[in-house]
């Protein structure tokens, strides 16, 4: 008896040992991989949390929530980041808030993945939008603009969702994956309508507060508490490049591009980069405005992870999370990408999903091996480089992924 003991003593401390050993290389290695990037000046810092199970096999913060003035310049005394700094998501609050949001309202049968759009916004019924569906919305499929620069247009949500409504369609509903903002602002005017309340104080009432998710929201400047914040853009540079410059196929006919000029000219820093959502939302939209910690994002993710389940308590069906991580003919789910052919989940099995974030977010599951990655980085806060581009961090994501597939992959 006290034989077959040693022996499972010792079988325990070879697999603990084994465990150790593997969580250790994939720390050096995803040290090394980032670690790198900001030493060539690639990205100012980042975040980043790995789990397997219940278990998080890495969760660490690296370099600096600020490094560079709106000059350019690197500061005397740059804000190192930590795990407690929260970062603008960008368009992470499309799945985290937008369509997390959706999907409570299925549940509580408010709301239908075929239900024409028009049910719920009148400006939608007619003739060229009448056959859009709440579906259509969520995949990107529309037929909206993918971009517009709407502060042209609009001082406040009230006058970007009647623009939204009365702007002529670009594309044939249906037809094709043409990711839209567009399409997520109007989602978030149907939660409003449906809960008549404001799309933040639904998302903190059925979304934040019930998954203890303390430390998002929207505008934090706003909200009284001081928070840490990593900073991102200097000013919203490449939008007005995308206003400006025809090549990069974003300049809309009819918009002169110096009948506006509210640009902000500061380092932004609790203010959400995204234009649209900062000048005509009212800092508040379905697209984009959340900010979040690692952690608090991480909560979401484990629910998602746990098929909808928050502890002992079903916070989405499993049928509704069913429904949404359910690819279409374009390889993606409601709301959420599909697609392994994206850099951030590039060959990864047939139920991976997550999503990106402008700014240089990133949330990446794998239900099968039950693996979560969220990559929080500020790249905006580099500045733009020499081709008048953000540094692109797929790179880093795709590396990233593989690294942590290479050992915890089944």
Known sequence: MLKKIFTLFLSFCCLLGFSQKKESSLTNEINAIIQTQIEQSKIPGAVIQIKKGNKTILKKAYGFAQLKDFNGNQLDFPEKTSIN??????????????????????????INMEDKVGKYIQGFNQPDKKDITIRHLLTHTSGLYDWYPLYYRCKNKGETFKFIEELPLKFPIGEGRHYSDLGFTILGEIIEKISNKPLNIFMEENIFQPLKMSNTTYKPNNTGRKFKIAATSHGNPYEKRMVEDSTLGFKIKGIDPNSWNGWRKYTLKGEVNDGNTWYANEGISGAAGIFSTIDDIQ?????????????????????????????????NGLGWMMDNQNAFMKNAKEDTFGHTGFTGTSITISSKDNISIVLLINRQNMGLQQTKDYYNVNPIREQVFNTVMKYYGE
């Open 85 to 110: 700094h929260l970062y603008d998501i960008a368009s992470l609050t499309k799945v985290i808030g937008t369509t997390t949001s959706i999907m409570l309202l299925v549940d509580a049968g408010k």
């Open 299 to 331: 909560k979401l993710v484990d629910v998602l992870r746990s098929k909808g389940k928050n502890g002992s308590k079903q916070f989405i069906s499993e049928k509704t999370l069913n429904l949404f991580l359910t690819k279409d003919k374009f390889k």
